[in-house]
């Protein structure tokens, strides 16, 4: 699945990362990623196995310099990858706070074969 290739890509970076919502207990800095949609590719001549997945992953910290570096790394290790599917992509990047929370929002597209 498209969701243990994405985990196994992130875990790179060193952090704790996580599917849905971090859990309890659990100390920043976190990455959290959900798949939000799944497109699949189309011709004239029907489908192709091509599918377009926008993610969304999410890194809390309890300080907004460390999200925003970790939300650096996120997007630099996504752009343009390669790796373990056929493309992803940055499309969109969002910095938020919440009772002393921070978090970068990063949006990506996957392109992959599988689900």
């Not at 800095?29 to 799944?38: E, G, L, W």
Request: aromatic residues 8%; hydrophobic residues 30%.
């Amino acid at each position: 699945m498209i969701e243990e290739k994405l985990k196994t890509v992130l875990d790179t970076l060193g952090y704790s990362v996580h599917p849905l919502r971090k859990p309890q207990n659990k100390p920043f800095p976190v990455i959290i990623y959900k798949r939000i949609s799944t497109e699949k590719s189309r011709t004239q001549s029907g489908s192709v196995d091509l599918k377009k997945a926008r993610f969304q992953i999410d890194v809390y910290s309890s300080t907004y310099q460390d999200a925003k570096t970790i939300g650096k790394a996120v997007e630099d290790l996504l752009e343009c990858n390669t790796s373990s599917w056929t493309l992803s992509t940055v499309i969109d990047s969002m910095d938020m706070e919440e009772d002393n929370v921070y978090r970068v929002k990063i949006e990506t597209y996957i392109f992959d074969t599988e689900n």
